[in-house]
């Protein structure tokens, strides 16, 4: 227990107090390449436990949330310049909620940038069919995940996931798997969840493992204050597995996958060997785009609206949805580039030395030698890797950065609608109310 007490206080002090401010960041030009994140932030039936920002689904929105995208993506080529994007994920929200605008999107983007990339999009259950899955593969979608989060009823009705049950997600994992058409696709199965026990959690595994699905993400539930469960559990309404248990889940989650011919491509995922992986975080640098999206470019760190209406407005008028950033220091950015290396399971030094001009082992030299002492990490020449007794610590750090930073993050965007550079409204705050 020390051990985890010192992973979460060490990872609250180094991020804790990262300050974010009205001021415009800079935005990069003359970059050989760059991510890109697309948010689409709508939902049939938004979570209660969901951290991200999203909507209720209104179809009236998505011609005028689908225009104002495209355009944000026609201002960022002003700034970029010729640039490669060389990744691509379209998240939410439920993208699949909109097939037609996703896939209007990404032929925009191909049109717009020189693409060489894979293309990731999430997914419902309840959304794929064999239509939906031609939409996105003639879009060029390669990498589809799917939020399955339990093949229990019962627990998915704890969690106020009421988009879908069990059945339509063995459904849909059939449909997927047969179609054949994805490079790779990942469930994404959650736990920690109220009323769900180890054996609840063993029978969701065993039924994964069992439709051989060719990855998985696991997640634990993440409470962050601004969200409805997170002030249920505080108000005694529902209860939640002790760290105790947690640790148990997560040991048995990491058991029965490698066990299974699966191994772990992150703290929270798993593959099966000899296949792509698929990932939502492991990016260095991106640009986010949509209401609510996120960017983290150079030592930048910003945010766009999260109100629709606010984002629509502001990118008519021609300019970018900017409404918070934050400005890492030097070795800020290198923290963040060994903490998403770590969260990975491993890291070249040769890499961290190209990036930065420096050696990782003096850059951090007694945050590494302390992982090492206690066998969290493992090191052969030039590469480090995470160990298995080191998964959970690593397993605690990202959870505690999340429910860190990227909640002070999503609170200081949702505080300030008003994007930085603003105009008097024009024609474009219209849009909205033509419906």
């Known amino acids: 227990m020390l051990l985890e007490y010192i992973i979460k206080k060490m990872t609250r002090k180094k991020v804790g107090n990262v300050k974010f401010s009205r001021n415009m960041p800079e935005i990069p030009n003359g970059k050989d390449e760059i991510g890109l994140y697309i948010h689409i932030p709508f939902c049939k039936v938004p979570c209660p436990f969901c951290a991200y920002i999203r909507y209720p689904w209104n ?29 691509i994920y379209v998240g939410g929200g439920t993208p699949t909620i909109m097939p037609r605008g996703v896939a209007d999107i990404l032929k925009h983007t191909e049109e717009t940038f020189d693409v060489s990339s894979d293309i990731g999009v999430e997914s419902n259950p309840d ?3 064999e239509k939906t899955l031609e939409l996105l593969l003639d ?80 997640y634990p539930l993440l409470l962050f204050p601004y969200c409805k469960m997170y002030r249920d559990e505080k108000e005694g309404k529902l209860r939640l597995p002790g760290e105790k248990a947690e640790k148990q889940m997560y040991d048995t989650i990491v058991d029965s996958f490698t066990e299974a011919d699966y191994e772990p491509c992150s703290v929270w995922s798993f593959v099966k060997k000899g296949r792509d992986k698929y990932g939502s975080v492991e990016r260095d640098e991106y640009i986010g785009i949509g209401a609510g999206a ?15 209406e606010e984002y629509i407005r502001t990118v008519g008028q021609g300019d970018l949805p900017i409404t918070i950033g934050a400005e890492f220091q030097p070795e800020g950015v290198a923290a963040k580039w060994l903490s998403i290396s770590l969260y990975e399971m491993e890291f070249d030094k040769r890499e961290f030395k190209k990036r930065f001009g420096m ?10 030698r302390w992982l ?24 605690l750090m990202t959870k505690t950065f999340l429910l860190t930073f990227i909640a002070k993050a999503c609170i200081a965007c949702m505080e300030n609608p008003k994007p930085i550079v603003t105009k008097e409204p024009s024609r474009a705050s219209a849009i909205l109310n033509r419906y």
């Not at 225009?67 to 700034?79: P, Q, S, T, W």
């Not at 994992?173 to 054996?199: H, K, R, W």
């Not at 030592?299 to 999260?306: D, R």
């Not at 066998?375 to 052969?380: N, S, T, Y």
Request: net charge neutral.
């Open 59 to 87: 179809p009236k929105l998505e011609r005028p949330y689908v225009g104002a995208v495209k355009k944000e993506i026609d201002l960022y080529l002003e700034r970029l310049g010729d640039v490669r994007i060389n990744s």
């Open 127 to 129: 959304d794929l069919n």
């Open 294 to 308: 996120i960017s983290s470019v150079n030592q930048y760190f910003y945010a766009n609206t999260a109100s629709i």
């Open 359 to 368: 050696d990782v082992d003096e850059k951090f030299k007694s945050f590494l």
């Open 139 to 218: 879009a060029g979608v390669s990498k589809l995940s799917m939020g399955v989060q339990s093949f229990s009823d019962e627990i998915l009705k704890a969690i106020g996931r009421r988009s879908h049950d069990a059945k339509q997600s063995l459904h849909a994992i059939e449909l997927v798997m047969d179609n054949g058409g994805f490079d790779t696709f990942s469930i994404d199965l959650m736990f920690s969840l109220p009323t769900q026990t180890l054996a609840g959690l063993k029978k969701d595994l065993e039924i994964t493992i069992e439709k051989g699905v060719p990855q998985v993400a696991t």
């Open 372 to 395: 090492k002492l206690f066998g969290i990490i493992k090191v052969e020449g030039d590469h480090v890797r995470v160990t298995r007794k080191g998964m959970y610590p690593i397993h």
